[in-house]
């Protein structure tokens, strides 16, 4: 229940995606989850280091190994996400 309380968390989800490619400053990454502000930004990149998720270096925030691991799950839930949105309103 701990992970999913972390995941569910506003931006969680949207930061692991960004930093799927390579490490990332701190205003590279609050740039590309426009509309975060910068004091949920920090909350956010503390709960995922201190989860193990994240790790900061002299390159910026990067994944950890269990990080990536963790990016297996997206494929899955964005096929799920695009099955349901083809349902259109009212979800019928």
């Given at each position: 229940?701990?992970?999913l309380d ?87």
């Amino acid at each position: 229940m701990a992970l999913l309380d972390l995941l569910g968390r506003r931006w969680t989800l949207r930061l692991i995606w960004e930093l799927r490619d390579a490490p990332l400053l701190f205003r590279a990454l609050q740039e590309r989850c426009e509309g975060m502000s910068s004091s949920v930004l920090n909350q956010r990149l503390q709960e995922l280091r201190a989860a193990g998720i994240v790790e900061a270096g002299d390159g910026g925030y990067r994944l950890t190994g269990e990080g990536r691991r963790l990016l297996d799950a997206y494929p899955p839930l964005h096929a799920w996400a695009e099955r349901w949105a083809a349902r259109g309103p009212g979800g019928g």
